[in-house]
């Protein structure tokens, strides 16, 4: 679980402001709005790679952030996805064996031996997010996990996302996918010019946004 | 010994010393500046660095080895130390500058990586540098590469004096105008296979870990 409360980070000529976030355990929360709007930001202040200028951040359990981009390690698939565990201080073996179950799980397990940096882009997610997992976090921060990959490994990705749900785990997802946030979200939040505009439960943000500027966006009438 | 064997095992044996001596000051200063992220001045100050001319470093050590010059009393002009010494700073920004840029594209995902694993600041310096493998071995390259055909600062420093300073790219130099082609183009196919076993043998041994 993730509580923020005026939770504030300032760049030149950009603000980022929330005055309440919660990421509860087993729901996905979903975090829509245009480029620029500071979804990035959150996340990475969320997951503690950046300090707010101001607010307070309350984390229970571990939470691991999966970048646009994972950067993977110049080493084998299996490496990869022990490498966290390995962080913490596990002997290598049991790390491994650890390891081989999460790329089982993501359906990885025939690339073991392979180096990581060969794979898909849809395979470096679906490591990535081993990797991320094998570490048992309480929550999982998502930025586009599946921005430009094809409908299968989108669909493979989703079903993963929907079962760390499932399994418990807090799940805030950045995505500008808004059917994808529809499938998922339990609940959504929509940040324009780094404020919330809108959030609630996805069903009433989604079939009944409140704001204008909710709907505009939803409509694909706000471009950006 | 056969005058090429000699003046080949020469040639490797000041080129490795001297990209020694530059690894040993250019490997941390590259690691440190990529790590924690240079400022202007120091990549300025390497790339240009980079472009050092030969024969201006030859000069600067010829006046500081020669009888007359500030280390004089040394006795090093014309020698094979100070022939290494002097290819040593044309292979210092060389690694210095590949080990920085090569480390710094690295850095922030690595750094945030580990960071988002839950790992301290520590944990994320050593995976850098066990991330940085094939950039060191890339660096040693470049800069053993620039060294062992360098023919400028080789010179002027070293005389090129048979039997005690003469490296390939001299030999072929004077075979050249010597007229002796055959020769020249033979120690230049020499010198060009002696740089590709080297770094050959950079890849194979430097990258061997990864995967």
Known sequence: ?224 | MNEVLEITLRSLGVSGAATLIAAAFGLPLGLWLGARGAGRLARSLLYAGMGLPPVVVGLFFYFLFSRSGPLGGLGLLYTLPAVAVAESVLAFPLIAGFTMAGVASRAEGVRRLVKSLGGNELQAFLTLLAESRRVVVAALAAGFGAVISEVGAVTIVGGDIRHATRVLTTAVVLETRKGELERAAVLGLLLLGVTLVVSGLLVVFGEREAA
């Not at chain 1, 679980?1 to 990421?23: N, T, V």
């Not at chain 1, 395979?123 to 094998?134: G, Y």
């Not at chain 1, 950045?174 to 505009?197: K, M, P, S």
């Open chain 1, 1 to 224: 679980m993730i509580e923020a409360e005026g939770l504030e980070r300032r760049y030149p000529g950009f603000r980022l402001f929330l005055d309440r976030l919660e990421a509860r355990p087993g729901e996905v929360l979903a975090v829509v709005g245009p480029s620029g709007a500071g979804k990035s930001t959150l996340l990475r202040l969320l997951a503690g790679l950046e300090a707010p200028d101001r607010g307070r951040l309350r984390r229970r359990g571990p939470a691991v952030y999966l970048d646009q981009q994972p950067y993977l390690l110049e080493r084998t698939v299996l490496e990869n996805a022990a490498f966290g565990l390995r962080l913490k201080g596990w002997p290598a073996a049991r790390a491994r064996v650890r390891a081989r179950e999460w790329l089982e799980r993501v359906g990885l397990s025939g690339l073991a031996a392979r180096p990581a940096r060969g794979l898909s882009g849809g395979e470096r997610v679906r490591l990535a997010l081993a990797r991320a997992l094998a570490v048992e976090p309480a929550a999982l921060l998502l930025d586009e996990p599946t921005a430009n990959l094809d409908p299968a490994n989108v669909a493979r990705i989703e079903a993963l996302i929907g079962a760390e749900r499932a399994a418990g785990r807090a799940v805030v997802l950045v995505t500008h996918n808004l059917f994808q946030a529809r499938r998922l979200a339990d609940r959504a939040l929509f940040l324009l010019e780094g404020t919330a505009v809108e959030a609630g439960p996805a069903a009433a943000f989604f079939e009944r946004p409140a704001d204008p500027r909710t709907r505009a966006f939803l409509s694909g009438a706000m471009v950006w």
